[in-house]
Every structure is written in structure tokens, then in C-alpha cells.
């Protein structure tokens, strides 16, 4: 089930630390830029990771994927689109889009992510004030 209304789109620049010598951004940075969509995400639903974890919820990343479809360079302002792909359990799995002004498709990616205890460090279902949000 796709939950297109818990889609949220984030704006970057990108630094020239991100980038290679050719001024290309160097592909482990794709990471980060997948996290900043997926924590704007949670911003948005009035959430962040900091509370989350105040209240004992950490989400560690147990997969991530990312396909490049073209180069993004140094300055570009990129567009990361974080879509919920569908209602949480133990898992929480996106999907992402970056486009660059252009409206070029630079990657696709997807992460899963699940819900662990902070004092355990057991897994848990999604909490419900994360569910009570759909």
C-alpha cells in the first residue's frame, strides 16, 4: 500500500567537500542526502529523530539501496523526495527520488529502517503515535 500523502521533498546545495576531484558528488554522500530527506520526513509529521530517541525509539538502517542515474556537481540544488512506501510495523521502508534543477533524475534509492528499543536493544513495533499520524 503506498501512502502518497506522506511524501516530503527537502532541498540541498551541494558543498564542494561532497564532491570528488572531477566536481562530481562522491556516491557515499548519497547516503547522508537519503537521511536528510527521511529526517525532513519526520520533521514534518512533527516528529524528530532527537525526541524519538529522548523517548527510547531508535531507528537503526538494516538496508539501504541506491541506484545513480546521473551525476550531481558541486552547487547544485538538489530536490530529495522521501516517500513512506507503506504503514509501519517493526519495519519503516522509503522510497527516494533526487532531481537536480533540471528536473533530472540523479538517483533512486530505498531504505528500511526498524524500530528498536533504546534500553533494550529489542525490536518493537512502530510506536502509535507515530500510526495515529495515518
Avoid at 562530481?24 to 514534518?44: D, F, P
Avoid at 558541486?74 to 528536473?103: A, G, M, Q
Avoid at 540523479?106 to 526498524?114: D, E, K, Q, R, Y
Wanted: charged content about 25%; hydrophobic content about 35%; cysteine-free.
Amino acid at each position: 500500500m503506498l501512502i502518497n500523502m506522506k511524501n516530503s521533498t527537502t532541498i540541498i546545495r551541494v558543498r564542494y567537500g561532497e564532491t570528488d576531484q572531477m566536481g562530481v558528488v562522491y556516491h557515499g554522500n548519497y547516503a547522508q542526502y537519503l537521511e536528510e530527506g527521511r529526517t525532513e520526513w519526520l520533521r514534518k509529521l512533527g516528529l524528530s529523530y532527537r525526541w524519538m530517541e529522548e523517548n527510547n525509539v531508535q531507528l537503526p538502517v538494516i538496508n539501504i539501496n541506491i541506484d545513480y542515474k546521473h551525476p550531481a556537481y558541486y552547487d547544485d540544488v538538489l530536490s530529495i523526495t522521501t516517500s513512506l512506501k507503506k504503514i509501519p510495523t517493526i519495519r519503516i521502508e522509503f522510497d527516494y527520488e533526487i532531481h537536480n534543477e533540471e528536473n533530472t533524475l540523479i538517483a533512486l534509492g530505498s531504505t528500511t529502517l526498524v524500530f528498536m528499543n533504546k534500553v533494550t536493544k529489542k525490536l518493537m513495533k512502530a510506536p502509535d503515535y507515530l500510526l495515529e499520524k495515518f
